[in-house]
């Protein structure tokens, strides 16, 4: 039989380097969209925040308008 060698705990200061070299090389990989096309898409989102808070608004005012000819 083959006696079972106990597993070697790792440090926090070893664990933290590992986690934070690891997450390095993944930054790497990440696609960083160039000036132009974060403000195309910040512009994107603001006119969706716009329109969908538009429709909110309109919707509120219909429900609004009905509850005042009910009660």
């Known amino acids: 039989m083959t006696e079972k060698q106990p597993e070697k705990k790792v440090g ?3 664990r933290t380097k590992k ?3 690891a997450t390095l ?3 790497k ?3 960083w969209p ?3 096309e974060l403000i195309t ?6 006119v969706a925040v716009v329109a969908i808070a ?3 608004w309109v919707v509120d ?3 609004a308008g009905l509850f005042g000819l009910v009660f």
């Open 12 to 14: 926090f200061v070893a």
């Open 19 to 21: 986690s934070a070299k």
């Open 25 to 27: 090389n993944e930054l």
């Open 29 to 31: 990989k990440v696609h």
């Open 34 to 36: 160039t000036k132009k």
């Open 41 to 46: 898409y910040t512009e994107v989102v603001l």
């Open 54 to 56: 538009a429709a909110i």
């Open 61 to 63: 005012s219909i429900i």
